[in-house]
């Protein structure tokens, strides 16, 4: 039997249900029964009816699934599948940071850990960041964390006075402003989709034609007539953009814009997660019932 043949039969033994995110590797995205950005994932694990929940992204998406769903057993198959932008910020810094606030309304990035969720008012994603900070009322002070360049993004839409963290994702923040007019200038005409982590989004934002998280990007390349389409954001995405549009060609800013963590977990980690049920993601219940305001908020909007 095939290794993709295995896990689709371990996952009808074993009645669980596969995420994955955007980022996966292909073979892993074309097993999943949904493959999305953080929010829809977060949405799927919320409503899922089935007992085991196995979740082919990083660390605080299984997190998010365990603490919106408590009664599921959420499986990460790779325990190295964490994300430096999440690793930025503690629940100790936010801490000393909001005593240095105490009026002020937390919203915590999805990408951050529990602890740190739990210290939240809002999370958000970068598909609903805006509204989530638009529902906000206009007279309250705001600290935003971790991503310094999601945040510059959100405070230009809202208009709204925003602290932020500077944190950063290792993977989006090296895409430089000169990459971008460059490959502008390479591929004239060629839309410019980028993600809201990205470094030069937010500094070149005049030249990036939509600012989108991953889901939006896919929704953008169904959608397209474009011949070509420049992608600022991880490479793993175009995977599904190519298989959704195979008529436009999508063209990464840089090829090397590969996330170490979202490539951990390979076909064979999936199978064994489901064989041997590892590895097992459970959040202290204190800190759970905590974190679950702020998320429940966040699939809200
Ligand atoms: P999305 O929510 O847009 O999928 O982004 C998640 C992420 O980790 C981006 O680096
Ligand atoms: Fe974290 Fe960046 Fe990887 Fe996304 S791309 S999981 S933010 S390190």
Redesign the pocket.
Known sequence: MSLEAEVRQLKDDRHAVLLAHN?QRPEVQDVADFVGDSLYLSRKAMETDRPVIVFAG?RFMAETAKILNPSRTVLLPDLKAG????DSITADLLRDWKAQHPAAVVVAYI?TSAEVKAEADYCCTSSNAIKVVSGIPADREILFLP?MFLGDYVRRKTGRKMHLWVGD????AKMRPEDLLRARAEHPGAPVLAHP?CGCASQVLPHVDHVLSTDGMVRFAEETRAPEVLVAT?VGILHRMRQLNPTTKFTPLDEGTV?P??KQIDLTDVRDSLLLGQHVIDVPPEIAARARLALERMVAS
Do not use: I, T
Request: charged letters at 20%.
């Open positions: 980022y990083v994300c430096g932008l999440a990408n991503d994702c290792p993977v989006h982590e991880e996330c963590f979202m």
